[in-house]
Every structure is written in structure tokens, then in C-alpha cells.
């Protein structure tokens, strides 16, 4: 990839005119200087268009770029270094990388996004074209008119042609700008928007025009906006639901109040961090350390479930509070141990680069990539345990168990075997909840506290024992959480919904999903 | 239809109970006239507990009317229809394990419910005579400081009869007393509720038909939530609907 | 008959503490500030023990939340100790706390009013935790939520509390709470004196508590709330109005709470909204169970042991004493279902 | 520098405990005289383990280093650790433990101001001596505490007026989030007032607060997104404390809210909160403290070198408040020589004046105020978790914790 664009490179260098070698050559030395020096310096370089600045600026961006204590500039070459004027291997001892700031990083966009844009990679164009449209300027309408026309592939063009409209609103044609304007509304982006009301400001002849565009923005964002704030309700609720499944087995079916059950999810995120350090050794493993950790995770909580379900909780059956109390004892246990055992500190739990960043949907609905997989794994997480329960050996045996104990064991049931797989599950569920937060929570001794209640809330509010309640359960939390929040604020969102599920629940004890007739009664 | 004289302690008029679409009461109807004894018997699942639920305010008619004299007993909950003069022995003895015979009987005697009366609640010699004498008449005297969780459950049955005397109720509703009872007391507790009906009106449901004969009362005999027969115990027994639902099949 | 002597004991031995306080420091029988004022913390701690023993050992009542009205208690004191702090605040303000000062307000709010007397803030103390239980109790009882439904509710509601005393825009001092209190009663806080006072202030309530508590518990309405806690449905057959037993039995333990509470700001100092968290209600609970429930004396026993326990081990052992705790609770639930009380009896017979 | 395995940690944590046990045996003979004891007041476990046990650590490194010293005035120093569980309460309780029970000397504790808060009165009430190590909202000077950390116009200030410079990207709108408690709230307030006094004007100030360890910030970052996107460039400025911070930047990231577009600089993160993220959508970000481990200089090298060896965990970072722990020791320890004894009373007076070319490359001096003249770094996050200094100040800065911009200080004696 490089090798080739410094072939073009080198093709274009010949048939340059002598004086913009010169410019190139006279616009490096700022490159070595304090950070003003160097954003004027990489701002030359991307007006002058000369292609031998994308490696020397690629570089830069990377913080390759090195320079000696002589101010002579050295780009990585290989192993070494090579002279960026000259082209010659050089290695200076006390060279230094040159180090970057924010005003820098803006100028380097500007300047790079100006040559990528006759990159043979489409992606690398599209970015170009972002790039400009970020950080526009009026020289940038002839090199955009020109890439327009050459440009076939039309997500690319529509790309550029919006970075066209951009840099017009800051060129001094008129017509081309009314025209913009009518472009960017159309657009509908938030960012078009920004430079429209900044536009409004310094062309105050266009001001109608301007805010009849902004007008049609208005209106596509507000769609926007309620489609984004039911996105994030229901990951909010995938959120709840991940943490509450584990509790819909455990205490929706067996009755079980398992106040560690944040503990089991924090050591599901524990697992996955162990996973990814298993991983780091071998290269090709490290994408696939977090769907590994999916089965370790489920396997390493539902193995400390059963262990806690025949060590200690099974001499406490029908003594509920009981339970409650002693596994509060083992939630504190847990979390001390695994304080001591990875330290107290936050442990850091890559994202694979497929949950980075944002997808942005038909519509220009922008969502979070993990989040969107979240949602999706929530969802995958629940049909696994329906399945479980309805279709499987164990999931039948598990529900004549609840049924009847004494009937269930005389048919050759082997009922302690069935409560502990039973907690185990649950457990095991509460690890995949582990999973998900530890893509975007701290993975930290105290994960599990802060959903505990959040969980018992949902199951309860659902409806126990109701699979279908606790799913609904946990989107109407979500959503009606995310709802609120902006005018009520996080936390009195959150007061109010617990205080709404609190009157709701007596004036529905069973939940929304309540199991009716003589079965529920006893 | 059996009317009566058109002024029963307890009127149940076309009550129907639905679970999830099973019907365990079906258009039933019932009058229990003030100082009358009267058996209930039937197959089980027949809805004899749950027509006892319905008047004791445990369960809500899905339809119908249940009166106790004036008073409509589906709008009211289980204190308020106890209040009234309605006591009830369950099929399953429970009392209240941790508590001794004693406080079982005294908890149960009639006397001011509020929590503040019970706080201030002493023990004059009246009550402790009357829940002495209830201890003689069912045989617990020696026990009245071992707590009920201790009784065998014989005992346990005499104990709950015992608290249902103590109520002193109007209308008492008696879930199978004798299941458990050595033949000998079974006799005891027969003379029992003869002599308590009378003064009050008493409804006792039982599948032990030697007893029923022994009560000598009408008899109603349901089936599938619905009333069957109604009668004295000869007629119900000659009743062939009867024989097919109890030998057929 | 024991047991008596050795509570008697006990009792005499708590009273003569701030007495032999004032002992010289080398005197074999000197008993330091530090152990006068954790003991005195301790007290406040016990009540709120016998408190929640109240309502579970005896009705069965399982609240998570007592904490909440403790907690509650202890804010109705703490301002009424704020509004005491007058012109010696940090920003001198004659009315207004500093954290009202520096988040802008202009006077006092409305629910603040009265606080400058202290009857009516020892009166608030039992109000507000009282009202409170009057309502979520009268709303759950009604509703026949009970068992861990019940222990749920009762999380949830201290959990919400926390949440909204945490904002700022309460007006109750956000997360820091109150602190830096100067008196009460005309009596400078953080002297001897004012500590001996606060201490057998906690000792008299304790003792008074803990006659109420046998009080109710011997009664006739003792034994309709265990019959309520072993039977609650059968209880209605009787005639009994179950929901008034309860929401008696629940508001009278929340106004103990809540002046164990209103006993124990001043003693420590300070009180914040993490007294509500939910862990802390679980804990107390835990004292009960370790000490044996249903006896009213376990609470006390409980109380008093695990936070020994807790002081000892948090300076001998500061990283591993959870372990310690959490292996506590598990073997009392495990192995002693009736507490230390039941050892006693146990070794007895 | 994230690859920290879990059984380094474990050793360090067991080497933190044994310090005070194995410290006799790397130092020869002491003079006479019962210990000199040293009170550490950090939580090391509930929420605020996450910080204060690598605090705790720093204390039992440098009694470690007082006695490899020989000790000061030629007895040993020795450590009392307790655990106030990140519980407020408790921190009262155990201050008074360590006061009246074990007699320490100096205690250096305390990471949120509400346990400062907690504290005060029994210090104050007992004579004692505590070092708190943290940065802070001021509005308080009590005579038994100095303050190592930051007051608001050692940080704050100065990160805004670099994020309004050209280089910091001359930023015309400021959103102010922080979580919901004391310091976030007056820094705000100061930083209000001092916008305000820049011609910033309230329209163009967004100030939001979240509750501890909030998780979901969703809603958050998009209102802040839409905020930015009204003409006009802006930044954030975060009070953020703790463990929310991970969740928030993992958002920032994701939403794409990048550094060139909307920096955003931290006041309480530093390089031991960034060990539990992926730094790299990070990069450009910035955070404003008085120390960077990044900071080039022998005295940090030293610094440095010292707490690796000490946690032997050559990976372990260094931070803002483990440094000021390590200045305002060595500070006491100056002092403690120049009284000739360890009472409050003599040290007291002894500190003030005190000079240390601390690890952040500049000459400290414990001020009057109690509070410590500091340099002011601005630095930005690096791919690989530390911070690289973009800017700071040309020399150190007095701090004043009674703030000129909140108006009720206005009638306050300047002294």
C-alpha cells in the first residue's frame, strides 16, 4: 500500500515544477519547531498538495515522526530511519518523536484529508472527504470539483459532495453558497446543522435561507433524536435483562435469593479479562478473546454457582431471608477475594475493533456499536435460556423439580442434581452478563453492587418466574429511564422509576406477568 | 330449589369461581338457615373448599351473590367477615406452632382485635375460665403449656375446634374435623357440633359418611362446583345422580 | 435467670464507662475517649438492632431498609446541629449552612424551617422515619406483600433515598452530608462532658427500648404478630386485622430506628446519604441474626459483637477482615439459625 | 503497561502488607526512643479501595525509605494501617483510633473531601496532624491538616484558560460534568465565575452531574454531542471521579467524539484510572494535574524508581496524589528534623516554609495557607496510558483555597 503510493508519489515528483520542491522543501523545518510552528507547517503542506508529505504526514499522526536535536527530520525506514529531506538512511542519536496537540491533530486532518483524496483506497477517500467537511476551507472547492468528477463509487461522491458544500459555505461565491445551504439542509446531520448556524452569523443576507434549512434539519433530528433515545432505553433494558436472567432462574424458579448474584457477574467480567490475557500471547487469538470468554465466563460462574448451591445454599431450602443474609456474606467474600487476587484497581477489557465506534442506521440514526451487540447478545442470551427450559432433558427435569419435588425425585429424578444445575445456570448467566459489562463498565471489585437491586427490581416488577416478564421488564425500565432522564436528570430518573415499580408492585404484587390460579397461591 | 324460611344466616346464590377456565364453583346456591347443622359432602375437587374460601373471603367470586344476614361477604377480606361471626376450622389443622395451646386459645377468644387492645389486653379470671373450660371440653387440659407444634394430629384437630369455640362465632364452617380421629372421637366431636348447632348455625364438610349420619342433618352433595342433591342422608344415598358420581364410572 | 444476671451486668458495667473515663490515663481502670465514643456509636447501633428485631423476629417483618429510617433520624438531628452552627460556619452565614452558601441559596428552604429547635427536631426524628413507615407499610402490607418481596421493597426504597439525598440539589448537603458540628443543647460537642452525656443519653434509650420492646413482645399483641410471622393468613381467619398489627409493630420499630439514628450523628459527627445504602440495612440485619432474632436481647448481643468484631479486625487485618465478616455471617446462617443466644442455651441444657 | 498479570499484583499487595515487618531488616542498628508512628487513613476496600490502596502503598514506601534513612531523629518509624471501608463514619471512628488508641504522630490520609470532612473535627479536637494528598475544592484551612493536592486555582483555571488559548483550541462553549459532590459542584462554581468573567456567557456553559459510579452515559455524551454541534467550538471539562470515568470515556470513544473536535479535560484522572481503559480513541484528551509520571527530571526518575522497586512491579504506574504523598512526607520529615521532635505543635510551625524539588520538576514550598505552591501541567492522553505535558506553567503557583470567584469569599481578610 505505502510502496505504491510512494511510487505515485515519485511519478508526480518528476513532472512537478522546480519552485513546489522548493515549497515542500521550505515548509518541513516548522515540522521541528513549538506546536504553532508545526500545525503552519503541516497546513503548508496540505495546501501545496505535493504528495511526498502523506508519508512524512501519516507519519507525524502515528508519532513516527522523529526529529534530531539539529532540527533535521528523520521518517521510520525499515528498522532505522531515513533523512526526510534527502532520503537517506540516517540514524541520530537523542532524536526525538515530534509530539502532536490538539491544534496539530486538526491541521494534520485537514492537510491529509486534502491528499487522501486521490487515494486509489475508496475508504481512505470517504475519510478524506470527512476530513474536509470537518475542517473546510474555501481552497478546498477545486480539489473537491475536481475529485467529484473523477470519483465512481456514489457513497464516496455523496461524501464529497456534502465536504463540496461545506467549503463553499466559506468560499466568497454567492450563488454556489445559496446553494450549499439548500444541500446541508437536506443533509439533516447534526454537524451540517453547526456549520449552518455558524454560517448565520457571517452572512447575514442568507439568514432566510439559512434558517429554513436549519428549519428542515430541526425536523429530521427530532425523529432522530426519539429514535436515538429508544435505542439507548433498550440498551439500557438489554443491560438489565443481562444482569436479571441469572435472577429469574435462580430466584424466579427456585426461590433463591442470591444476593452475590452481582459478585457471580463481576467474576464473569473477571473471566473475560483473564480470557484476553490468555489470548495476548498469541497473536491470531487476540480478536477472538471475547467470544472465548463468552463459554469461559458461563463455565467459571456456573462452576462457583453449583459450588455455593451445594456447599452452603441447599442447607438453607424454604429458609428464604436466610439465604438472603448468608449469600451477602459470600457477595462480600467474593469481592474482597477477587480485590486481593487482581488488586483493587480497574482492569482494562479491550473492545474488538467490530464493537468500536458508532453505525450509523438508515435514517442517520447513529448507534453504538457495542451497544447495538449488547442488544443483540441480551436477546441471543434469553432465547438460549428459553430454549433450555422448554426444549431440553435438563430444562423439563428442572421444571417438574419446581413442580413437585417429592413426585419429581419418586420418577427417578435426581433432584439435588437438578437444584444445582439449576443455580449453576442461573449463575453461569449471570457470568454472560459479565461478558457484556465488561464492554462498558469498569471491571472493578465493586461491578456487581450497582445492578443487584436494578436486577431484583426487574425480575420482580416482570413478574417471577415469567421469562417473558423479565424481558419486558427490563426494556420498559430501560426506555422509561432513558425517557425521563433528560428532563428529570440521571438520578431522579432512576428515583422516580424505582418509586413508580414500588406502587406498581403493590398494586400488582405478582408483576406484570403474574402467574395466575391455585399454582401461584402456594 | 330448598327454600327455607326465606331468612338465612348464610345465602349463596349463583356463585361460579373460574382458575384459569376451570370452573371449581358452578352456579352454585346455598342457604343455611340460623341454628341449622348441615353436611356437605362430595368427590374430591367437587369445590367443597372452595365454596368454604368463597364465604371466608379468601377467594372472590368470579359471579354470583354470598350474603352472611345483610352483610355482602365479597366486598369483604378475611378480618372483617371473621369479625362478623363467621369462624372457620381448616381441612389442614393450622394453628400457631411456636405459640402454646394456651395463646392459641387465647389469641382466638373473642376480644377487642385492634393492635392497641392487645398491647393493653390482660387476662381477666373470666377469660382464662372460659378457655379453660374449652381445654376440658377438648381434651387438651393436660397440655396447656406445650406448644402446638408439639400435638399430635388428633390433637391438633381438637385444638382448631377448640379456637373455633373460643370465636364464639354465629356461623362456623368445619373443613373435615375427624380425619385423624380414633372412632371414639369421632362420636365426641359429632355430639359436639349437635350440641353447638342450635345456638348457632354450623356447616361441616366431610368424606367420613358414618359421621354424617352421626350429625344427622341435611345433607348437600356437590359435584363439579355445582350443588347435586340436598336432603337427609338416606335420601341423598338412594339419589342415583348420587350413586353414579360416588360408585360409577 | 443467668442470662438476666449476666445483662444486669453488663448494664453496669456501660454505666460506669464514662465515670472511669475520667480516671487518670495510667489507671489500670481507665477506659480511653476512643472506646467512649464507639461504644456510645455502638449503643445507638444496638437500638436500631432491637429495632429491626421488633419487626422480624416477631411479625416476620424482613425490612432491608431500616437503615433508611435511621438514617432519616439522624438527618433531622444533624440539621437541627447545622442550624446550630451559626456565624461559626466557614462563611459565616447566620442562617444558612456553608454548603447552602456555596451552592448559591438565598434563604433557607421551606422544610428546613423549625430545625433551630431542638423539640422539634427530636419530634421530626420519629416523625419522618414514622410517616415513612406509615405510608410504604401501609401500602405493602395492604397489598399482602410479604417475605422477600417485602425485603425487596424495602431495599428499593432505601436504595432511592440514597439516590436522591446524593444530589446536591436536595438541599441536605449531597454526598458530603453534614459535618463539622459545635453543639447541642448549649453543650460543646467533642468534649468529654457533651460525650458522657450523649453516651448515657444512647444508654437510657437502649434500656428504654428494650423494656418497650418486652413490652409489646409479652403482650397478647406479641403473640398475634408471631402468629402473624408463622401463619399471617390463618391470623385473618381469626378476625384479626393484619395489616394494623403489622404497620404497628413496623412504624413503632422505624421511630426507634430513627432515634438510634437521631443519637448517633452527634456522636460520630457526621451523616451522609451513604448511610442509606442498602448494604448497611443488610448489615444490621446481620447483627440480629448473629446475635439470635426473637430473643430482643440477641439484637443487643449481635450488635455489640459484630462491630467489635468489625473495629478489631479493620486495624489488625485491614485487607482481609471482609473475610473474616462474610465467613462470620455464612457460618451463623449455616450453623448457629439461632444466633449466639442459641450457644447460650444450647451449652445451658 | 495495561498487561499487568494477576499474580504481579497479588505480590504487590502481599509486599504492601509484610513493608512494615521486613523494613527492620534492611536497616541496621536505631537509637534509642519507642517508634515514631505514622497513621495511614486510606480505604482499602468498598468504593474507594479502587484509588486509596495505592495511596496506602506510597506511605509504607516512604516509612520504608524514612528508615532505610536511618530513621529521623534517630528512631525508627513504623506504620499503622487501618481500613476505613470508604465508609465516612468509619473514617471518624478510626482518625480517633489512631490518635488516642495508637498514638501516631503524623497521619496521612483520606481521598474524598467528605472523609476529609469526616476527620477534621477529630483532629482538630485532639491536636493531630494529617497530610491529605489529594486535589480539592478549598474553602477550608484547618490548622491540623496541609494539603499536598491541588486548590482549584492550581488546576482548574489553568486548563480552561489553555482549553480557551489558540493551542488549546480556542474553545467559545464549555460543558461542565462532574459527578454530584462537593468538589465538582465549587470547582464548577469557580470555573462559572471565571467564564463568566471572560465574556463566556451562561448560554454558551452546559453543567450536568451524574451520581457516583454512573455507568450509562449515553444520553449524556449524545445531549453533549448536540450541545457542540450549535456553531460554536467547544469542550468539556470533567469532574468526573472514579470508576464512572470508564464508562464515560468508553462512550466518548464510541460516539466518536473526538479530541480535535471536543477535548475533553479531566481534573481527577490520572494514570492509574486510565490503566483500566483502552486509551487509544483517547488520544488527544487531556488532563490537568501538578505531576505526570511522564514528567522528565531526576527527582521523578528517583521517584519512580523507588515505587517500582518498592511494589516490585517494574509496570505500576505513579500518579498526581502519589506524589504529593511522597512531597509532603519528605516535607514532615524536613520538618520533624528542624523541630528536633515529632509534636504537632513544633512541627507545625516547622513545615511551613518547608522547600522539596519535588518529583513534578519544580521547587515546592509549603505556603502560610498550608496548602503548597505548585506548577500547573496540562497534558494529553497517550496510546499507551501515560500522559505527555502539552503545556505548563512557567513556574509553580501559589494555591488559594479561598477562591476569588466564589463572591462569599469577598469579604474574606486577605492574608
Known amino acids: 500500500m505505502t510502496a505504491l503510493i510512494l511510487r505515485i508519489a515519485l511519478l508526480l515528483l518528476l513532472a512537478l515544477p522546480a519552485r513546489a520542491q522548493d515549497a515542500f522543501i521550505a515548509a518541513l523545518p516548522g515540522l521541528a519547531g513549538g506546536f504553532s510552528d508545526i500545525a503552519a507547517s503541516v497546513d503548508r503542506l496540505g495546501a501545496l498538495g505535493d504528495p511526498r508529505a502523506l508519508p512524512l504526514l501519516r507519519a507525524l499522526q502515528e508519532g513516527k515522526l522523529q526529529k534530531t536535536p539539529d532540527g533535521r527530520l528523520l521518517l521510520p525506514e525499515g528498522a532505522g530511519t531515513a533523512d526526510a529531506v534527502t532520503g537517506q538512511p540516517a540514524d541520530v542519536a537523542g532524536a526525538e518523536a515530534v509530539r502532536l496537540n490538539n491544534r496539530v491533530r486538526q491541521a494534520l486532518r485537514g492537510a491529509l484529508g486534502r491528499l487522501q483524496l486521490v487515494s486509489p483506497d475508496p475508504a481512505q477517500r470517504g475519510a478524506a472527504a470527512e476530513a474536509i467537511f470537518r475542517g473546510r476551507s474555501a481552497e478546498d472547492v477545486p480539489l473537491l470539483q475536481a475529485a467529484i468528477a473523477r470519483e465512481q463509487i456514489p457513497a464516496v461522491r455523496a461524501k464529497m459532495e456534502l465536504a463540496l458544500a461545506a467549503a463553499q459555505l466559506v468560499a466568497p461565491d454567492e450563488a454556489a453558497k445559496r446553494d450549499a445551504i439548500a444541500r446541508l439542509g437536506a443533509a439533516g446531520s447534526v454537524e451540517a446543522r453547526a456549520l449552518l448556524i455558524e454560517a448565520r452569523t457571517a452572512n447575514p443576507s442568507l439568514a432566510a435561507a439559512i434558517d429554513v434549512s436549519i428549519a428542515t434539519i430541526e425536523k429530521q433530528l427530532q425523529i432522530r433524536r426519539m429514535a436515538e433515545t429508544l435505542f439507548q432505553g433498550l440498551s439500557l433494558g438489554s443491560v438489565l435483562l443481562l444482569a436479571a436472567l441469572g435472577l429469574a432462574v435462580t430466584f424466579g424458579v427456585m426461590g ?267 | 330449589m330448598s327454600g327455607g324460611s326465606g331468612n338465612p344466616v348464610l345465602y349463596l346464590d349463583g356463585v361460579s369461581v373460574v382458575f384459569d377456565g376451570f370452573k371449581a364453583l358452578n352456579n352454585l346456591s346455598l342457604f343455611v338457615e340460623p341454628g341449622e347443622l ?80 392487645c398491647l393493653r389486653w390482660i387476662l381477666t379470671g373470666e377469660a382464662r375460665r372460659k378457655i379453660e373450660g374449652v381445654m376440658e371440653e377438648v381434651g387438651l387440659g393436660a397440655r396447656a403449656h406445650d406448644r402446638a407444634g408439639v400435638l399430635s394430629h388428633g390433637q391438633r384437630q381438637w385444638l382448631e375446634i377448640g379456637m373455633l369455640l373460643m370465636q364464639d362465632p354465629e356461623l362456623l364452617l368445619v373443613d373435615e374435623p375427624v380425619a385423624g380421629m380414633t372412632d371414639q372421637e369421632t362420636e365426641h366431636t359429632a355430639a359436639l357440633l349437635v350440641r353447638i348447632a342450635g345456638a348457632r348455625s354450623v356447616v361441616v364438610v366431610e368424606h367420613d359418611l358414618e359421621f354424617v349420619r352421626a350429625l344427622g342433618s341435611k345433607v348437600t352433595v356437590l359435584c363439579e362446583g355445582t350443588m347435586l342433591s340436598e336432603g337427609s342422608i338416606d335420601h341423598v344415598q338412594s339419589d342415583p345422580r348420587v350413586i353414579e358420581v360416588y360408585l360409577g364410572r | 435467670m443467668t442470662l438476666r444476671f449476666v445483662l444486669l451486668g453488663a448494664l453496669l458495667v456501660l454505666a460506669v464507662m464514662p465515670a472511669l473515663n475520667r480516671l487518670p490515663a495510667d489507671s489500670a481502670l481507665h477506659v480511653s475517649d476512643f472506646l467512649i465514643s464507639i461504644t456510645g456509636k455502638w449503643i445507638t447501633y444496638a437500638i436500631l438492632a432491637l429495632a429491626i428485631d421488633l419487626a422480624w423476629g416477631y411479625a416476620g417483618i424482613l425490612s432491608l431498609g431500616h437503615g433508611a429510617f435511621f438514617t432519616l433520624g439522624g438527618y433531622a438531628i444533624g440539621m437541627h446541629l447545622m442550624r446550630l452552627i451559626g456565624t461559626r460556619g466557614v462563611y459565616g452565614h447566620p442562617t444558612l449552612p456553608d454548603f447552602m452558601v456555596f451552592l448559591g441559596y438565598k434563604e433557607l428552604p421551606w422544610y428546613w424551617l423549625g430545625f433551630d429547635s431542638f423539640p422539634y427536631a427530636l419530634f421530626m426524628a420519629m416523625a419522618v422515619p414514622g410517616l415513612l413507615a406509615l405510608v410504604v407499610g401501609y401500602l405493602a402490607f395492604r397489598s399482602r406483600i410479604t417475605g422477600v418481596y417485602l425485603s425487596i421493597i424495602t431495599q428499593a426504597m432505601t436504595y432511592a433515598l440514597m439516590l436522591a439525598f446524593f444530589r446536591n440539589d436536595m438541599g441536605f448537603g449531597g454526598n458530603n452530608g453534614f459535618t463539622d458540628f459545635k453543639e447541642l443543647l448549649g453543650m460543646s ?75 448517633y450523628v452527634p456522636q460520630v459527627g457526621i451523616i451522609n446519604p451513604g448511610e442509606f445504602s442498602p448494604g448497611n440495612s443488610i448489615e444490621a440485619v446481620i447483627w440480629v441474626a448473629v446475635g439470635g432474632r426473637g430473643t430482643l436481647v440477641g439484637a443487643v448481643l449481635g450488635a455489640f459483637s459484630v462491630n467489635a468484631l468489625k473495629t478489631w479486625l479493620t486495624t489488625v487485618a485491614p485487607d482481609l477482615w471482609l473475610f473474616a465478616l462474610g465467613g462470620l455471617f455464612v457460618a451463623v446462617t449455616l450453623f448457629l439459625p439461632r444466633g449466639l443466644i442459641g450457644l447460650f442455651s444450647k451449652a445451658k441444657s | 503497561m495495561p498487561t499487568t498479570t494477576p499474580n504481579f499484583t497479588r505480590r504487590a499487595t502481599l509486599a504492601g502488607l509484610g513493608a512494615s515487618l521486613a523494613a527492620p531488616m534492611i536497616q541496621p542498628a536505631f537509637g534509642q526512643g519507642a517508634p515514631i508512628k ?59 483510633e489512631l490518635l488516642q488508641v ?314
Open chain 4, 38 to 96: 505514622v497513621g495511614v487513613l486510606h480505604s482499602l476496600s468498598g468504593t474507594m479501595a479502587i484509588s486509596e490502596t495505592a495511596l496506602r502503598d506510597t506511605v509504607l514506601m516512604m516509612v520504608e525509605y524514612a528508615n532505610s534513612k536511618g530513621g529521623l531523629l534517630g528512631r525508627k518509624l513504623e506504620a499503622v494501617v487501618v481500613d476505613p471501608a470508604s465508609n465516612w463514619p468509619l473514617f471518624a471512628e478510626k482518625a480517633r
Open chain 4, 102 to 415: 495508637h498514638k501516631v504522630d503524623v497521619t496521612f490520609g483520606c481521598w474524598t473531601s467528605v472523609s476529609r470532612k469526616s476527620v477534621l473535627p477529630v483532629f482538630e479536637e485532639l491536636k493531630g496532624l494529617l497530610f491529605y494528598p489529594v486535589q480539592y475544592e478549598g474553602e477550608e484551612e484547618s490548622p491540623n491538616i496541609f494539603y499536598t493536592g491541588a486548590a482549584p486555582n492550581q488546576q482548574a483555571i489553568p486548563a480552561v484558560e489553555y482549553l480557551m488559548s489558540k493551542d488549546g483550541g480556542e474553545a467559545k462553549r464549555i460543558v461542565l460534568l462532574g459527578t454530584d459532590y462537593v468538589y465538582p459542584r465549587t470547582t464548577n462554581r469557580i470555573l462559572r465565575g471565571f467564564l463568566n468573567s471572560k465574556g463566556i456567557g451562561n448560554a454558551d456553559i452546559m453543567e450536568e452531574y451524574t451520581p457516583f459510579g454512573h455507568s450509562d452515559w449515553q444520553g449524556i455524551v449524545a445531549r453533549v454531542k448536540r450541545f457542540a454541534a450549535e456553531g460554536k467550538k467547544t469542550a468539556i471539562v470533567s469532574t468526573i471521579n472514579g470508576d464512572a470515568n470508564v464508562p464515560f470515556y468508553r462512550e466518548l470513544g464510541n460516539q466518536g467524539i473526538k479530541a480535535e473536535d471536543i477535548p475533553c479535560v479531566a481534573f481527577s484522572v490520572g494514570e492509574e484510572e486510565l490503566a483500566g481503559i483502552d486509551t487509544k480513541p483517547l488520544v488527544g484528551h487531556l488532563a490537568a494535574w501538578n505531576y505526570f509520571m511522564s514528567t522528565p527530571g531526576k527527582p521523578n526518575e528517583e521517584f519512580k524508581a523507588m515505587w517500582q522497586a518498592y511494589i516490585k512491579n517494574p509496570k505500576r504506574v505513579t500518579n498526581d496524589p502519589m506524589e504529593a504523598i511522597y512531597t509532603g512526607f519528605r516535607m514532615w520529615m524536613q520538618a520533624v528534623e528542624k523541630a528536633k521532635t515529632t509534636a504537632v505543635a513544633a512541627v507545625t510551625p516547622a513545615l511551613i516554609g518547608q522547600k522539596l524539588m519535588a518529583p513534578c520538576g519544580f521547587e515546592e514550598e509549603m505556603l502560610p495557607n498550608h496548602h503548597l505552591s505548585k506548577p500547573v501541567l496540562i497534558g494529553e492522553i497517550q496510546a499507551d496510558g501515560q500522559i505527555n505535558t502539552v503545556w505548563k506553567t512557567a513556574g509553580v503557583v501559589k494555591a488559594e483555597n479561598w477562591s476569588p470567584f466564589i463572591p462569599e469569599n469577598a469579604n474574606r481578610a486577605k492574608k
Open chain 1, 256 to 522: 433463591v435469593i442470591n444476593m452475590a448474584h452481582g459478585e457471580f457477574v463481576m467474576l464473569g467480567a473477571y473471566a473475560t479479562f483473564v480470557v484476553q490475557e490468555l489470548c495476548r500471547g498469541t497473536s491470531w487469538l487476540v480478536p477472538w478473546a471475547l467470544p472465548l470468554a463468552v463459554p469461559a465466563a458461563f463455565l467459571v460462574t456456573a462452576a462457583a454457582g453449583a459450588l455455593l448451591e451445594r456447599g452452603l445454599i441447599r442447607h438453607l431450602y424454604g429458609r428464604p431471608l436466610e439465604t438472603l443474609l448468608m449469600t451477602f456474606g459470600v457477595g462480600m467474600i467474593l469481592q474482597q477475594a477477587v480485590r486481593v487476587a487482581f488488586g483493587a484497581q480497574n482492569r482494562e477489557v479491550l473492545s474488538p475493533s467490530w464493537m468500536q465506534g458508532t453505525l450509523t442506521l438508515p435514517g442517520g440514526v447513529a448507534v453504538t456499536q457495542n451497544r447495538l451487540w449488547i442488544i443483540f447478545f441480551g436477546l441471543a442470551v434469553l432465547a438460549m435460556v428459553f430454549a433450555a427450559i422448554r426444549l431440553t432433558r435438563f430444562g423439563l427435569e428442572m421444571r417438574a423439580v419446581v413442580q413437585n419435588r417429592r413426585i419429581a425425585a419418586t420418577m427417578g429424578i435426581r433432584t439435588g442434581r437438578v437444584d444445582a444445575m439449576t443455580f449453576a445456570f442461573g449463575s453461569g448467566l449471570a457470568g454472560l452478563a459479565g461478558v457484556a459489562l465488561s464492554q462498558i463498565d469498569n471491571v472493578s471489585p465493586n461491578l456487581g453492587t450497582g445492578y443487584i437491586i436494578d436486577s431484583f427490581m426487574v425480575v420482580v416488577f416482570g413478574g417471577v418466574g415469567s421469562l417473558a416478564g423479565t424481558l419486558v421488564g427490563a426494556l420498559t425500565l430501560g426506555v422509561v429511564n432513558k425517557m425521563l432522564e433528560p428532563w428529570a436528570g440521571a438520578v431522579l430518573a432512576k428515583v422516580f422509576v424505582l418509586v413508580a415499580i414500588m406502587l406498581f408492585i403493590q398494586r400488582r404484587p405478582k408483576g406484570i406477568f403474574a402467574l395466575k390460579g391455585r399454582a401461584a397461591e402456594s
Open chain 2, 38 to 117: 348441615r353436611a356437605i359432602i362430595g368427590p374430591n375437587g367437587a369445590g367443597k373448599t372452595t365454596m368454604m374460601d368463597v364465604i371466608t373471603g379468601k377467594t372472590r367470586p368470579t359471579e354470583g351473590t354470598v350474603r352472611f344476614h345483610q352483610h355482602d361477604l365479597t366486598k369483604l377480606d378475611e378480618a372483617t367477615i371473621a369479625n362478623l361471626g363467621i369462624g372457620r376450622k381448616f381441612q389442614k389443622p393450622t394453628m400457631f406452632d411456636a405459640l402454646t395451646v394456651f395463646e392459641n386459645l387465647e389469641l382466638a377468644l373473642k376480644a377487642p382485635r385492634g393492635p392497641f387492645a
Open chain 3, 189 to 263: 460537642l467533642n468534649t468529654a462532658n457533651a460525650r458522657a452525656v450523649l453516651f448515657y443519653a444512647s444508654l437510657v434509650l437502649l434500656v428504654v427500648a428494650f423494656f418497650l420492646c418486652t413490652r409489646v413482645a409479652q403482650s397478647k399483641l406479641g403473640r398475634v404478630l408471631v402468629a402473624i410471622r408463622d401463619a399471617e393468613s390463618r391470623v385473618r381467619f381469626l378476625g384479626y386485622d393484619v395489616t394494623q398489627h403489622k404497620l404497628f409493630v413496623f412504624v413503632l420499630s422505624a421511630v426507634l430506628a430513627g432515634l438510634a439514628g437521631a443519637l
